[in-house]
C-alpha cells in the first residue's frame, strides 16, 4: 500500500507554493468545468511536488495492535535465529513476548477511551476496532447518475408539472441578485474539514484543504460563485460513491 508523508517542511512547501501562485491565469479563456478541472490539477501537482510516498507493506492477518516496536523485536528474533545465537535468541524472544503484552494492553486502553468519550462517533470506532469490521464500497463510474437521481426525486416536489426539464437547473428567488459566497465562508467550511477521510471524487487530499486554507479559499470561492451564477455543477465534482441500502431482506415492487 502506497501512503503520502506528511512533515513541515512539506507543508510549508506546499503553502508558499500556493502563496506564489496566479490564480487568475487559470480563469482566462476556459469555462467553468475547465477552470476546476485546471483548479484541482494544479493543486495535486503541487501535492505530489511537496510531499513524498513511501509503500507500506500490510498482512491480510496483521493484528491492529502489532506496532512499530513489535516489528523491530520481531526483527531482532528473526536475525538472531538466522544466525543461531541461542542466546540472543531467547532474549529477542522474551523482548517480544513482553512488548505483545504491552501492545495488547495499550491497544485495550484505546478502545476503551472510545466508549469513555460520550459520543456515538467515538462508540462506532471502537465497535469496528473490536469486530474488525470493513466496510465494502462501490464506486460508480456513470456521471450522469446524480442527474437521473435529482430529476426522479424532483417530480415529488411538482405533482402538477408535465416538464421534467423544469426542475433540471434550479433558480434563485430572485434573478437579480444571484447568492455570493464569501472567503470567510468558504474558510470556515474548509476550517472543519476531517482529515482522516479519503479524498473524494475530486482527488485533492484532505489534508491540503485544511493546512492551505487561506491559501485556497479565495480560488475556491470564485469557483462556487461561479457555479451559482450559471446553475451548473462542474463535471469532475459530479462523480460521487452510492451505496443504496435495502429496508428489506426481498425488495417487492
Not at 37 to 58: P, R
Not at 66 to 80: D, H, S, W, Y
Not at 91 to 106: M, W
Amino acid at each position: 500500500m502506497t501512503v503520502r508523508v506528511w512533515t513541515e517542511d512539506s507543508t510549508s512547501a506546499q503553502q508558499n507554493c500556493f502563496e506564489n501562485t496566479d490564480w487568475e491565469v487559470f480563469e482566462e479563456g476556459t469555462d467553468l468545468n475547465g477552470h476546476t478541472s485546471a483548479v484541482l490539477d494544479y493543486i495535486n501537482f503541487c501535492a505530489n511536488c511537496a510531499t513524498k510516498t513511501t509503500t507500506v507493506k500490510m498482512l491480510p492477518n496483521q493484528k491492529p495492535w502489532f506496532n512499530k516496536e513489535l516489528r523491530v523485536l520481531l526483527k531482532a528474533m528473526n536475525t538472531a535465529f538466522k544466525l543461531w545465537d541461542q542466546l540472543a535468541y531467547k532474549r529477542a524472544r522474551t523482548d517480544l513476548r513482553r512488548g505483545i503484552i504491552r501492545a495488547k494492553h495499550n491497544y485495550q486502553l484505546r478502545i476503551q477511551e472510545y466508549f469513555n468519550q460520550n459520543n456515538s462517533k467515538g462508540m462506532w470506532q471502537g465497535i469496528k476496532s473490536l469486530t474488525g469490521y470493513v466496510g465494502t464500497f462501490t464506486t460508480a463510474t456513470d456521471r450522469t447518475h446524480p442527474d437521473t437521481l435529482n430529476h426522479f426525486f424532483a417530480r415529488f416536489d411538482h405533482k402538477n408539472n408535465t416538464n421534467p426539464e423544469a426542475t433540471s437547473q434550479p433558480r434563485c428567488a430572485n434573478e437579480d441578485t444571484p447568492i455570493q459566497l464569501h472567503p470567510n465562508q468558504v474558510r470556515s467550511a474548509l476550517c472543519i474539514i476531517n482529515t482522516r477521510k479519503p479524498p473524494g471524487s475530486d482527488g485533492v487530499a484532505r489534508r491540503i484543504l485544511k493546512v492551505c486554507v487561506d491559501q485556497l479559499a479565495g480560488v475556491f470561492t470564485t469557483a462556487f460563485n461561479l457555479s451559482l451564477q450559471q446553475y451548473v455543477v462542474p463535471t469532475c465534482l459530479k462523480s460521487a460513491t452510492i451505496i443504496p441500502v435495502a429496508k428489506k431482506n426481498t425488495v417487492c415492487k
